[in-house]
């Protein structure tokens, strides 16, 4: 897929990211699935109001792209997600087929708060997953992403600590 397309599906990512305000601390990621050009699913992080530990943005557009499309099976998808999915969230995309996972921010560009102290390297995850048909690329609008969150060096109190 061209680059650019690439970006224009991430800015509608960051643009669900911000729909709830930009406050670092509430976690702000955005996630959008992509099905033959067009947007099956966008969704935010929405452990806090639901409350659900689960309902992560890119579990949510799971959620929500299969149940529109009536398909337990994402195949062809792609999902875009303003940060580097979590353990929980790469299985889930495994579980979905989604053909592509395209994400903004990785790890090393954000604060350790918005991941598992021992963190699960997403990618490596992928590669040595049973499907040899997913493909994963992060990077994508890198600064634009990571300026949602905290930074890496952020020295932050305990108790904003999500992770913890
Ligand atoms: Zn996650």
Known sequence: ???????????????????KGSDPSTSPLGCVIVLDGKIIAGERNQTEELPDATAHAEMMAIRRGCEGTGEMELRGATLYSTLQPCGMCTMALIWSKVGRVVYGAGRDDVHAMYFEAKHV????????????????????LREKCAALYYPPDADLPLEEQANL
């Open 1 to 19: 897929m061209p680059q650019a397309e690439d970006e224009a599906w991430m800015r509608k990512a960051i643009e669900i990211a911000r729909s």
């Open 121 to 140: 390297d997403t990618l490596a995850f992928i590669a040595d997953a049973y499907r040899d048909d997913i493909m994963i690329e992060g990077g994508c």
